[in-house]
């Protein structure tokens, strides 16, 4: 059989093994994935919503099951008008498995800690964002789109496409689950939405 060019080339692309990595939205989103107080979130798709009306006494997440490792996470999120503060748990561990309060690095949401690194009961701030960068790139009250990268000890927060930590820790766990949270305090309403995950461990 003698083969074109065109088909030769067809051929060779098929026998490489393909550079893009599996997109594991689906999977990671899939609600049994998920534990929290439930009456306060709902997940439909690549969003997650977190309202309390009224408010919290306490800080609550919707935890993952699975622990996670190296991994990479975006997705838009909105505080609505602005109010409260949220963010993401990454390699964390539940420490109350009633009002689902975690400890552990947080990647943070919120008035004064946008983009920073907080560990929650996990000894404080481990990177504040800056200030001024979080003040012209960030938006109090709209969509803001935000990235985190784990590898290894590093942890990359990005919003808007403006890096605001990018630096190893050693504290850092090896693995654990992601939360997202809700803020002790007044009412408040958290959007995540176009959710896009990758399992960077397999």
Not at 111 to 133: I, N, R, T
Not at 157 to 168: G, L
Request: charged share 20%; net charge positive; with cysteine.
């Amino acid at each position: 059989m003698r083969l074109t060019l065109a088909s030769l080339a067809a051929v060779v692309l098929l026998s490489v093994p393909s550079l893009s990595r599996a997109d594991d939205t689906k999977e990671f989103l899939a609600p049994e994935n998920w534990i929290g107080l439930m009456e306060y979130w709902k997940i439909d798709g690549t969003t997650i919503t977190g309202k309390a009306d009224p408010g919290l006494t306490f800080n609550t997440f919707l935890t993952s099951k699975q622990k996670y490792s190296d991994f990479e996470l975006s997705f838009k999120v909105e505080l609505k008008k602005g109010v409260g503060n949220s963010g993401v748990q990454i390699r964390s561990t539940v420490k109350d498995d009633k009002k689902f309060v975690v400890a552990g690095p947080q990647c943070d949401i919120g008035a004064g800690y946008w983009g920073s690194l907080y560990g929650e009961l996990f000894g404080g701030m481990m990177k504040q964002s800056p200030s001024e960068l979080v003040k012209t790139k960030v938006k109090a009250d709209g969509v803001n789109l935000y990235s985190i990268v784990a590898k290894g000890k590093r942890v990359t927060i990005t919003i808007n496409d403006t890096v605001m930590v990018d630096e190893q820790f050693a504290k850092m766990p090896s693995d654990g689950i992601i939360g997202w949270q809700l803020h002790a305090g007044p009412p408040m309403e958290v959007v995540f939405s176009n959710i896009i995950f990758k399992n960077l461990a397999k």
